[in-house]
């Protein structure tokens, strides 16, 4: 069994990881093998030295979420390095395709971990295709296996993926020599609103489960946020932001559609409150085949807001977006609300502290419209084709008001690019030469959606049936989502709501277990008017493209008391139940162009992240 021991404190404030590894299962491959790519020296450039210095900060900082932590509940507040990579162990990059783009455009690459001793049909080397694909085998390797079927990673295993919890038991991890704990090289900031929660505790500047990094050099302090507010009731920053040290939370473990016409981010009108009378709904029930086990959905299923997920959060009196890096959920022992720590939305030339937000500070990115971009020198373009730091320079010099101008209006920019995008993770072994790709999960444009959850979809008017309720939410419960080389694809049964007299037996249904919340709670608020709620299955089977789905299915106990909490009030005095999935607007809606899927969650949020942005997405996201 083989150990990872942390070294004392390093100059630049890091912990060094030293693993006393027996022996290394990595491989020396023939260099004319590594076709199409360019080894890294670790010694070599600056530009390669950072590459390295990034990857084996990416690497330690997940031993330590997964070891450490439980370990020595002190090194969550530390920043750890390993000290090299396993040997034979090194990185390659390689050119990207400049298909389809100008050939004018610099030159983008692609890095990979190379050093494993499997090959491909063509005898040449394999590779993972992060830090976040190699961890698994890191963690193999430190645990002093010799069985490979213990090891995770894709390419020592493509079909059984034992638990890590396996491996973290033969790991003995001794406490940290040095007790003290490293400062945090970026504080998050926290408005002056709003205090930090005392459970949290951890570095926000480069979050612990880190699974991505945009290549840069590093910076080791980040400008405080200042903005003037808009003269509408949008987005926009407003004053300086006070800085504090905000521990992050340790979390256990195609086609574009006509947009809606309101400009800026305000809430929808309220529609008519669901009906209080019976409207039968006759197709039959399904069975337990309906979906798959719930114990597959992820850890933070019931949360509103999910990591990586783009939401509003609210900034004195205004609304900004921002990416959710981490999320602690609510502790009713203590009466601590959930809290969420926020990557403000921007460009890559502007640094913007990370705030923590509580719930009722942030809305859905779906809550509210995109106001539209008003500065004519970047209106229209996207994200990668504006220099920011020539822009920034142009349009704002060194007035920190006018530098946040463009920022926000680099975020509007942003986010429609992003609510036009998806990219997947979680990918699910295929036969070879499958014509699909499955996969756990995906990020649909702002939102977080995972195999077992539910999803609002839309349905032609030739499959509505005028006596459906209009605001009865029609609701799919996901078994499959896969891509095929016509686009992404969801599939599973299709459910409405309905509401029926007590009397009537109620159909034993698996349904995803935000549905059977949601159909708790109404049931709760309509017992004593003797009726409940049923969701009567409308489709089996059905697989359906991606603009069929309108986003997250969303509980009404939950966001209905954060959109307007005085009218849920109201209306829950009147045993009336309005559907919260009226107040929110569809995936697409947003103006404009379609772009597709990405490769993963950083590349969809392209420039709009300083370069040296780290994304947190935890142990059960897996991306490519």
């Known amino acids: 069994m083989t150990t990872p021991a942390a070294s004392g404190r390093q ?132 645990s002093g296996a010799k069985d490979k079927s213990y090891c995770s990673c894709k390419l020592c295993n493509k079909t059984k993926k034992p638990e890590p919890e396996l491996l973290k038991k033969r790991i003995a991890v001794p406490p940290d020599p040095e007790p003290a704990p490293v400062p945090a090289p970026v504080p998050a900031t926290v408005p002056a609103t709003v205090s930090a929660p005392a459970p949290i505790s951890a570095t926000s500047a480069a979050p612990q489960s880190t699974s991505m990094r945009r290549t840069a050099s590093a910076s080791s302090t980040t400008s405080k946020a200042a903005a003037k507010p808009a003269s509408q009731p949008q987005p926009a920053p407003t004053v300086q932001q006070s800085t504090t040290p905000i521990p992050v939370p340790v979390i256990p473990g195609q086609h574009q559609l006509q947009p809606r016409p309101t400009p800026q981010p305000q809430p929808q009108a309220a529609r008519a409150p669901a009906p209080t009378s019976t409207v039968p709904v006759p197709v039959p029930v399904p069975t337990s085949t309906a979906s798959a086990p719930a114990s597959t959905a992820p850890q933070d299923e019931a949360a509103i807001f999910r990591e990586g997920e783009i939401v509003w959060y609210k900034h004195n ?174 599939v599973g049964d299709v459910y409405i709501l309905n509401e029926t007299v007590i009397q009537q037996p109620s159909p034993q249904v698996q349904l995803p277990a935000a549905m059977l919340r949601e159909q708790a709670f109404r049931n709760e608020i309509r017992k004593p008017l003797g009726t409940r709620y049923d969701w009567v299955c409308i489709q089996q089977n059905q697989d359906k493209r991606e603009d069929s789905i309108r986003g997250r299915f969303y509980e009404t106990s939950k966001l209905m008391p954060i959109l307007d909490a005085e009218r849920f009030k109201v209306a829950l005095e009147r045993g009336i139940v309005e559907d919260v999935q009226n107040y929110l607007n569809n995936r697409l809606d947003s103006s404009g162009t379609y772009m597709g899927r990405r490769k993963n969650r950083l590349e969809t949020l392209s420039t709009s992240v300083p370069e040296n942005f780290f994304l947190s997405l935890g142990p059960h996201v897996v991306e490519d």
């Open 11 to 142: 100059p630049n404030e890091l912990f060094e990881f030293a693993f006393r590894l027996g022996t290394s299962d990595g491989k020396a491959w023939p260099e004319e093998q590594y076709r199409g790519t360019e080894r890294l020296d670790p010694e070599g450039s600056e530009e390669e030295k950072q590459k390295y210095h990034e990857y084996r900060l990416k690497l330690a900082g997940l031993l330590r979420d997964q070891i450490l932590v439980y370990q020595d509940p002190k090194s969550r507040g530390r920043t750890y390095i390993l000290k090299e990579l396993p040997e034979h162990y090194h990185i390659r990059r390689k050119k990207r395709s400049k298909e389809g783009k100008d050939k004018k455009d610099k030159d983008v690459f692609d890095f990979y971990i190379y050093g494993h001793p499997t090959s491909d049909r063509s005898g040449n080397p394999r590779c993972h295709n992060s830090p976040n694909d190699f961890f698994p085998h890191l963690l193999w390797l430190i």
């Open 317 to 490: 009196n205004a609304w900004r977006i921002g990416i959710v890096l981490k999320a602690a959920p609510a502790n009713p022992a203590t009466a601590t609300p959930a809290k969420c720590l926020v990557k403000p939305l921007a460009h890559a030339a502007l640094q913007i502290d990370n705030v923590l937000k509580s719930d009722t500070d942030m809305r859905p990115f779906l809550a509210f419209s995109v106001p539209p971009v008003n500065t004519k020198e970047i209106r229209g373009r996207r994200m990668h084709e504006v220099n920011w730091q020539q822009m920034q320079a142009h349009l704002a010099g060194d007035d920190r008001q006018k530098q946040e101008f463009i920022g926000l209006e680099a975020s509007k920019m942003a986010v429609v690019e992003i609510d036009q995008s998806y990219s997947t993770f979680n990918t699910i072994p295929e036969p070879p030469n499958s014509p699909r790709q499955r996969v756990g999960g995906l990020f649909l444009g702002a939102e977080r959606i995972a195999v077992n959850e539910a999803v609002r979809v839309r349905l032609s008017p030739t499959e509505i049936n005028p006596q459906w309720g209009k605001t009865a939410p029609i609701v799919m419960a996901l078994r499959d989502i896969y891509v095929a080389a016509d686009g992404l694809h969801v």
